[in-house]
């Protein structure tokens, strides 16, 4: 089946920093990629949307400005959550959406001490 | 915003028994969607039903689908310490993202 990847797999982070999170398709040109959050025992979240070459779309009450998504390429999403703070600490969730279906990464958990 | 809703929320049972997870939803969809998600791990995709199915069987998975009354189950049976998780629905319209329930925390007990 098809591969997406995601990295790092796990990250802590200083308050106040940047994170990057990388999302790959590694056998497929994903024309959308999503990106979800889920908090411990809840369920997944769609924070936006995002085709590649263009603008990402935000979910409702989702800043644009704090969680920075590219979608450079037809392999590769990135977000960053910008100036990280506790609260921002999360599993985020890729997810890579081509012709053969929609296919999700691993996840990457981000904690902000 | 989370369309399908999961029941129950938490489900424990012995090994052996058979385990029914229920899901409903709100709109039409083109198809409905299991996953499997193990603490702290990325979802493992269990099983595909579109709307114009009714039941589908993978394993000891079996899925119904009733679009009539926007529901589908999810039945494990002979359930296995190993089937411990979080087990979502999601739902899938036109060229909308997924769109998750809540879930449901399956416990089997050895």
């Known amino acids: 089946g098809a591969v997406v990847s995601q990295h790092p797999s796990r990250v802590i982070c200083k308050s106040g920093t940047s994170v990057k999170i990388e999302c790959r398709s590694l056998?497929?040109?994903?024309?959308?990629m999503f990106w979800y959050r889920q908090f411990p025992k809840k369920s997944l979240m769609l924070m936006a949307t995002?085709?590649?070459?263009?603008?990402?779309?935000?979910e409702q009450g989702v800043e644009k400005d704090k969680f920075l998504i590219n979608h450079a390429s037809l392999t590769l999403s990135t977000l960053t959550v910008t100036s990280a703070h506790p609260e921002d600490s999360s599993f985020y969730i890729c997810?890579?959406?081509?012709?053969?279906?929609?296919?999700f990464g691993p996840g990457t958990r981000l904690t902000v001490l | 915003s989370q369309q399908g809703e999961e029941d129950p929320q938490a489900l424990s049972i012995q090994e052996g028994e058979n385990a029914t997870m229920n899901c409903s939803y709100k709109t039409s969809i083109n198809n409905l969607q299991w996953y499997r998600q193990n603490s702290g791990r990325g979802l493992v995709h269990l099983i595909l039903?579109?709307?114009?199915?009714r039941e589908k069987h993978s394993g000891r998975l079996r899925v119904t689908l009733d679009t009539s009354k926007k529901s589908s189950s999810l039945l494990i049976t002979a359930s296995r310490a190993a089937d411990t998780a979080s087990y979502f629905c999601?739902?899938?319209?036109?060229?909308?993202?997924?769109?998750f329930g809540k879930g449901t925390r399956l416990s089997v007990i050895a």
């Open positions: 039903i579109r709307s114009n199915e």
């Open positions: 995002s085709n590649e070459g263009s603008k990402a779309t935000y």
């Open positions: 056998d497929f040109q994903a024309t959308t």
């Open positions: 999601a739902t899938e319209s036109g060229n909308t993202p997924l769109v």
């Open positions: 997810s890579a959406t081509g012709t053969i279906g929609q296919f």
